[in-house]
C-alpha cells in the first residue's frame, strides 16, 4: 500500500505560479498511474493531470490545458505539477492520487490547499 503527502501549497497572486509536489512511500512507485485532482468549497472533485506509470502519457483538465504540466521522477518517487499563470478559480484544495496499473486500486494523500487571491 502507497502513502502520499503532498507539498507546495500557497497563496500567490493571479498570474503566478507554484510547484507541487507529491511523494510516494510504501509501494513501487513505478506501478502506479498517479493523478492531481482539486476541490474547491461547495464543487465536486475535478480530475488536473494525469500521468501514466512510465511518464509517457499524461491528460490534462480543460479547465488547465496550457497552465499546468504534470510530470514524475520514478528515481524520487515523486511526481510534480507545475502551474503557471493561476487564476483566482484555480483556488482548491490539491489532491495526489496513486491508482495501480493491474489493481485498479486507488490511494490518496491528504491534500494541500492553493489560494490564488490578490
Known amino acids: 500500500q502507497v502513502q502520499l503527502v503532498e507539498s507546495g501549497g500557497g497563496l500567490v497572486q493571479p498570474g503566478g505560479s507554484l510547484r507541487l509536489s507529491c511523494a510516494a512511500s510504501?509501494?513501487?512507485?513505478?506501478?502506479?498511474?498517479m493523478n492531481w485532482y482539486r476541490q474547491a468549497p461547495g464543487k465536486e472533485h475535478e480530475l488536473v493531470a494525469r500521468?501514466?506509470?512510465?511518464?509517457?502519457?499524461?491528460v490534462y483538465g480543460d479547465s488547465v490545458k496550457g497552465r499546468f504540466t504534470i510530470s514524475r521522477d520514478n528515481a524520487k518517487n515523486t511526481v510534480y505539477l507545475q502551474m503557471n499563470s493561476l487564476k483566482p478559480e484555480d483556488t482548491a484544495v490539491y489532491y495526489c492520487?496513486?491508482?495501480?496499473?493491474?489493481?485498479?486500486?486507488?490511494?490518496w494523500g491528504q491534500g494541500t490547499q492553493v489560494t490564488v487571491s490578490s
Open positions: 500521468i501514466n506509470s512510465t511518464g509517457s502519457s499524461t
Open positions: 510504501g509501494g513501487v512507485f513505478g506501478n502506479y498511474h
Open positions: 492520487k496513486a491508482t495501480h496499473y493491474y489493481s485498479r486500486n486507488d490511494y
